[in-house]
């Protein structure tokens, strides 16, 4: 298996204007009150319980207003890339109602763009990714996520879009608990990370000493 970086930007300037692009600014009436009774403390108790109010938000989308919000959400990754140059981008395969990005993945696959999915490979340990595209063949893995099988080249993209539970007006993200994507974050040669969530996912929680800001997160209504 070989490792390599494809990139018709750099990282750094993609980074760069991320960091002078405004956040997401649309805050939601609907997550305000959810976040607004958790916003006096940071325990992993009422993340846990941030997480459960946000997740059943998300269940409860309508199929056409979920298709309305991805193909938003697609229109932004494409010109977001296109914007940065972006070569290599790792993406995700959507679990859980996590925006559906096929339109943009198929669009950014016709531009020679190359993707990845992400791989758990251990517990504790950061993500890996796999090459892939959209009709390559996935499997199964124990967390009921569809990975690339072992043969796919690995891979290192200079941006990562990153699905998220949550997300707060700094930045930080909340996910499903694993802390893979944050270990991923740690790590030196630290991808471009682009967030992506529905507006009504912003909410008020503190950030932990592990958490790494995204650079900027693209969502429905920006
Ligand atoms: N789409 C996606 N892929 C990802 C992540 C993610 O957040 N979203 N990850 C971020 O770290 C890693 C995997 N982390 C995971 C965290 C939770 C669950 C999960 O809740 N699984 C459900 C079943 C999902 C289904 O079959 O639809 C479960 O166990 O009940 C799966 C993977 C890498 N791949
Ligand atoms: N850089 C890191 N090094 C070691 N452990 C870490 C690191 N980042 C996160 N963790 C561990 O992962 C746990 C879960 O983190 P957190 O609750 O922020 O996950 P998450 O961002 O919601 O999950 P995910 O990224 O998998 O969707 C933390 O309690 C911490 O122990």
Redesign the pocket.
Known sequence: MTSSRIACGTAETARKTAAETPRESSASATTASVADSSSNTSTAETKTALRSALLARRKALSEAEKHTSDARICERVIAWCEEHRIGSLGV?????K?PDLFQAYNALIAKGVHLAL?V?TQKDQP?EFRRWQPGDVLQKDA???SVPPPAAELMKPLALLI?CVGFNQAGMRL??G?G??DRTLALPDKPVAVGVAYAFSRADFYSEPHDIALDLILTDEN
Request: neutral net charge; glycine residues 16%.
């Open positions: 995700f395969h959507p679990i859980r996590e992400p758990v993500l967390l009921g996520t699905p996910g499903y694993g893979f994507y």
